[in-house]
C-alpha cells in the first residue's frame, strides 16, 4: 500500500499510552493496513493540491497512480476539487479511457480533516460492468438491434416533443414499407433479408439532416420524420432521391437483389396534430402506393379517408359473412379435351352478400387473406364439399379429384396448412383431394416445400400450380416444384392461336412438364378457335373454360334436375350459365 511512508496520520498514532498498549496499536495498525490495502473499492487520501496522501492497491489500478513516485498525482478530478470548496460529500461517476475501453467508477469524495489537516477521503467502486449492461438495457429498450436506428418509442416521443414546442414548425411524417420483403426473405434467406434492411437503412438514412430522424419501428417498417420542412415540394424532391438511391441493385452474398419501398407521407399541421393521426394518414397515404404498384410516394389526402371509410364497410360485412357462413363453393370441371371426360373438378368459393346478391372471390379474396380470414374461410369451402360429396358424386361421378384454392400466404404457413392438412384427411377421402397453389408457394427454401409438401403427399393429396406464368418463377424453377399438375394461365391461352410468343412460351412449358412427369391443364378456354389450336399444334389433354363449363352451383343442378340413377362422367359442351344470382343449370346437364 501506498502512502505509509508519508505524512499521514495513521490510526493511533498519537495515543498516549505504555509498551503493551503501544505493541497492541502496532499490530491494530498493520492490521488495519492490510484490510484498506485488500478493500476491493479504491481508497485514496488526498491533500488540497490533489497529491496522494495514500491510495490502496485497487486506487493505485484505477487511477493508474505512480506509486514509487515521491508525491504521487491522481488524474484531475473535477468532483474532488470541488468537494473540497464546498467542503461537502459529494458521489460521482467517474471515467478512466483505458487500453481494454473505458472504466466507470462511483465515487464517493469526503473531505475530512485529520491531524488539523484537510484532506479528501475517496473510495470508488469499479461499475463498469454494471454501466454496459445498463447501456445495453437502455439500447435494447430504444434501438433497433439490427439496424441500429431508434426505435417507435423513440420517434413518437420526439414527435411529441414537436407537437408541444411552443414555436412548432412544420414538419413530414413519412411512412415507408419495403415492397415484397417476405417474398425477398424467402427466396433469398433471412440472413439476406437482414442484410437488405441495414443496407436499406443505410441509404434512406443517406442526406438525413440532425434534427431528422430515421426509426425502424418493425419487421420491414419504417417512419422518417423531417423536421423542419417548409412545404410538400421540398418533401418530395428529397423523397424523389431516396427512392433513386433505393431501387438501384443491392449486392448481398453474392446476390444482385432488387428492391424498393412504398411510401406515404403525411404533414404537420395540416394532415394531423397528433403523432398517431400523422401515422395513421401516412399509412393510408402508403397502402394507397402499394395497390398502386410500389415503389413510389404519395401525400396524404382527405379522399383516401373517404376510400378508407368505405373499405372498413366492405370489410365489416366480409367479418359478418364469415360469421354467418354465407359462403359457397361453385364448381368447374376440368376437361379432357378430346373425350369430353371430367377429370376433376375445382371448388370456387362465393359469396352470398347482405343483399344475397352472390359475389366472385375477386371481391373479397384478398381482402379476406389481408384480414386474416382467409383461413376460415378455406375451412368453409372443404366443410361445403363435404356436406355435398354425394351430390358431386352423381354429378361428376366417383373418380373426379376435387380441387381447392389455398393461398400462397396459407401454403407456407404451418399453422393453418398442417391442421387443415388433417382435416382433408378426416374427410375420409383425402386422395381426392388437390391443392392449387400458385407458384409463389414454392419459392426455394420455403415451409411450404419443405414441411407441408411431405404431409400432404403422405396423406396421397395432389399439388396443382395455379396461375403458371404470372408468378415470380422461371421455367428453369419448375425444375425444383414436385408438383403433379401445372395450370397455365388464362393469359396464355386466350386467342393463343393468333400470338405465336406465347405459343412458344406454352410448348415450352409443355415439354418441361413432360419431362417432370407434370399433367398440364389449359385454363380459361373460351372459344372453339383456342380449343382447336390446343387439339391440332399441341399434346395438352386437359382444359378448363368456359367453353367446357362455367362454375356450377350443385344446389341449382339438384333443383332443375329430376333424379336419375346413373351418375354422370361426361358433360356436353355447352356452358351452364353463372348468374349474379347463382347458376341456371344448362340443358345438357343431367345426372
Ligand atoms: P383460379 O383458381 O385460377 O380459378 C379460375 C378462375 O377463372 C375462376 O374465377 C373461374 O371462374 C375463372 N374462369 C374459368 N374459366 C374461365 C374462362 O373461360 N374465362 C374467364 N374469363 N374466366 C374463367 P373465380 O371463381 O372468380 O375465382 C378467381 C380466383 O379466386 C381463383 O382463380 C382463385 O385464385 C381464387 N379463389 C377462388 N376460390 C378460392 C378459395 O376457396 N380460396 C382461395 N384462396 N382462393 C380462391
Ligand atoms: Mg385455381
Ligand atoms: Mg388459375
Redo the contacts with the bound molecule.
Keep these: 500500500m501506498h502512502g505509509s511512508r508519508n505524512d499521514v496520520p495513521q490510526p493511533g498514532a498519537n495515543k498516549p499510552g505504555n509498551d503493551i498498549e503501544s505493541e497492541n496499536s502496532a499490530s491494530e495498525l498493520s492490521i488495519l493496513r492490510d484490510v484498506l490495502r485488500l478493500l476491493p473499492n479504491g481508497v485514496t487520501v488526498q491533500d488540497d493540491q490533489g497529491r496522494v496522501l495514500l491510495a490502496n492497491d485497487a486506487a493505485i489500478t484505477q487511477l493508474q497512480i505512480d506509486a514509487n513516485a515521491a508525491l504521487p498525482q491522481a488524474p484531475r478530478r473535477d468532483a474532488a476539487l470541488e468537494a473540497f470548496r464546498t467542503g461537502q460529500p459529494m458521489v460521482v461517476e467517474e471515467s478512466v479511457d483505458r487500453e481494454g475501453g473505458r472504466q466507470v467508477f462511483l465515487t464517493c469524495h469526503q473531505p475530512v480533516r485529520i491531524a488539523e489537516r484537510d484532506v479528501l477521503l475517496s473510495s470508488s467502486a469499479d461499475i463498469t460492468g454494471q454501466k454496459a449492461f445498463e447501456d445495453h438495457l437502455f439500447r435494447s429498450a430504444y434501438y433497433d438491434e439490427l439496424t441500429d436506428l431508434p426505435n417507435r418509442r423513440v420517434i413518437e416521443h420526439r414527435v411529441n416533443k414537436l407537437l408541444t414546442a411552443e414555436d412548432t414548425s412544420g414538419f413530414a411524417l413519412a411512412f415507408l414499407d419495403v415492397d415484397n420483403f417476405k417474398q425477398i426473405n424467402d427466396y433469398y434467406g433471412h440472413a439476406a433479408g437482414d442484410a437488405l434492411l441495414v443496407e436499406m437503412a443505410r441509404r434512406i438514412s443517406l442526406n438525413l439532416r440532425q434534427s431528422d430522424m430515421l426509426s425502424r419501428i418493425s419487421g420491414d417498417e419504417f417512419v422518417l420524420l423531417l423536421h423542419p420542412v417548409q412545404d410538400q415540394e421540398e418533401v418530395s424532391e428529397f423523397i424523389r432521391f431516396m427512392l433513386e438511391r433505393v431501387k438501384a441493385p443491392f449486392f448481398i452474398d453474392g446476390s444482385e437483389i432488387f428492391a424498393s419501398v412504398s411510401i406515404g407521407v403525411s404533414l404537420y399541421p395540416d394532415h394531423g396534430r397528433s403523432y398517431d393521426a400523422l401515422r395513421h394518414n401516412a399509412d393510408i397515404a402508403m397502402y394507397r402506393v402499394k395497390n398502386a404498384g410500389k415503389g413510389a410516394a404519395a401525400f396524404f389526402d382527405d379522399s383516401m379517408e373517404q376510400e378508407v371509410q368505405a373499405r372498413m364497410k366492405v370489410e365489416q360485412s366480409l367479418r359478418l359473412a364469415i360469421l354467418e357462413k354465407r359462403f359457397c363453393c ?1 364448381f ?1 370441371p376440368k376437361v379432357d379435351i378430346r373425350t369430353r371426360e371430367i377429370k376433376g373438378i ?4 362465393r359469396l352470398r352478400d347482405d343483399l344475397g346478391v352472390i359475389q ?3 371481391t373479397f ?1 384478398n381482402l379476406a ?1 389481408e384480414l386474416g380470414l ?1 383461413d376460415e ?2 375451412h368453409l ?1 372443404l366443410a361445403d364439399i363435404v356436406r355435398s360429396i354425394d351430390l358431386i358424386n352423381d354429378t361428376f361421378g366417383h373418380k373426379t379429384t376435387i380441387s ?4 400462397a400466404k ?1 401454403a407456407g404457413n404451418r399453422e393453418f396448412m398442417r391442421p387443415f392438412a388433417e382435416a382433408l384427411e378426416r374427410t375420409g377421402f383425402p386422395k381426392r383431394f388437390m391443392i ?1 397453389v400458385t407458384e409463389d408457394a414454392f419459392v426455394t427454401k420455403s415451409v411450404f416445400q419443405d414441411e407441408i409438401l411431405p404431409i400432404l403427399r403422405e396423406i396421397g393429396v395432389g399439388i396443382s400450380i ?2 403458371f406464368g404470372t408468378g415470380y418463377s422461371s421455367l428453369s424453377a419448375l425444375a425444383d416444384i414436385t408438383a403433379d399438375e401445372i ?1 397455365i394461365d ?1 393469359s396464355f391461352i386466350t386467342d393463343i392461336h393468333k400470338r405465336p410468343r406465347s405459343q412458344g412460351i406454352l410448348r415450352a412449358i409443355e415439354s418441361l412438364s413432360e419431362a417432370l412427369g407434370m399433367t398440364v391443364i389449359a ?4 372459344t372453339h378457335e383456342e380449343l382447336a389450336y390446343l387439339q391440332a399444334a399441341t399434346k395438352i389433354r386437359y382444359a ?4 367446357f363449363d ?2 356450377i352451383f350443385l344446389e341449382d343442378l339438384k333443383l332443375a334436375t329430376p333424379p336419375r340413377s346413373e351418375s354422370r362422367g361426361l358433360l356436353e359442351s355447352r356452358p351452364a350459365q353463372e348468374s349474379r344470382s347463382g347458376y341456371s343449370r344448362a340443358p345438357g346437364y343431367r345426372r
Design positions: 361453385a368447374q375445382e371448388a370456387l368459393v366472385a372471390p375477386g379474396i387473406t382467409i374461410l378455406t369451402v381447392v384454392n389455398v393461398a396459407q392449387e395455379d396461375d395450370k388464362r385454363e380459361g378456354i373460351e378448363q373454360g368456359y367453353y362455367k362454375p
